[in-house]
């Protein structure tokens, strides 16, 4: 489910936002009004896409420069909420480069649509964006890869995964004792892994199949986990499956 952090300084319009993301079938992580509230929510609980209001009132910041911050501090998409604003403004925002814009007042659809966009566009410029191996860190080396956990790399031994799961834009990786997440989506990481033995079982999971241990009702047990078989992956998955 994508989690939505709405930046949004007036009460009616934060909660009409709120409800109607909910309607949609996305969740909100916080409502905030003010830079400080959004870096406080940010650094406990990262969402999967900023919805920010341009003009926040009463406070030293305006959307704008709390979005650049946010693009400085993280890696998220995001969408300005604004009303008519003259043309200096209009440029400030574009220079902060959100990858959608909705305007008030809003409709449900206009919302939907911007946030799909958002998410889509995003994506799409992680897919495209090329890998520096001078400043990446290296992302698999003889059956390991390292991913971040807080401030730190750690490695973890490609046989201990059991599964990846799509979480929003980011993916959760996860072996018998720990999950991680990762910040690159399932598309990504199933590229990364594609001469390994993982099976694309469901567009939201990738499974390791030295790790699956029973097939009942297409759901598949890999370790703990009852993961769903998804109709569109159910004949290949069962064509590459050895039976006695």
């Known amino acids: 489910m994508i989690r939505i952090l709405i930046i949004e300084d007036e009460p009616i319009i934060a909660k009409d936002l709120a409800w109607s993301v909910e309607e949609l079938g996305y969740a909100v992580t916080a409502i905030c009004r003010n830079h400080h509230e959004a870096l406080n929510s940010l650094a406990t609980t990262l969402p999967d896409l900023v919805l920010c209001d341009i003009h926040l009132e009463g406070d030293d910041w305006d959307g704008i420069q709390l979005?650049?911050?946010i693009r400085r501090l993280y890696h998220l998409p995001l969408i300005f909420l604004t009303a008519l604003a003259d043309a200096a403004t209009i440029g400030r925002a574009a220079a902060a480069a959100p990858d959608?814009?909705?305007?008030?007042p809003f409709e449900e659809r206009g919302l939907y649509a911007a946030i799909e966009l958002a998410i889509s566009k995003f994506s799409l410029q992680q897919e495209n964006t090329p890998e520096s191996p001078l400043s990446?860190?290296?992302?698999?080396i003889a059956g390991n890869f390292f991913v971040k956990d807080k401030k730190r790399l750690v490695k973890v031994s490609a046989e201990d995964i059991l599964w990846i799961k799509a979480d929003g834009v980011y993916s959760l990786l996860a072996t018998a004792t720990r999950q991680y997440l990762l910040s690159a989506h399932l598309g990504?990481?199933?590229?990364?892994?594609?001469d390994l033995p993982f099976v694309r079982v469901h567009r939201s999971w990738l499974i390791n199949a030295r790790h699956l241990e029973a097939i009942e009702d297409d759901l598949l047990t890999v370790g703990s986990e009852r993961i769903p078989l998804g109709k569109s992956y159910r004949e290949g998955f069962y064509r590459r499956l050895q039976q006695l």
């Open 67 to 69: 979005a650049q911050e």
């Open 100 to 104: 959608a814009y909705l305007t008030k």
């Open 136 to 140: 990446e860190p290296l992302p698999f």
């Open 188 to 194: 990504a990481v199933e590229e990364k892994v594609k």
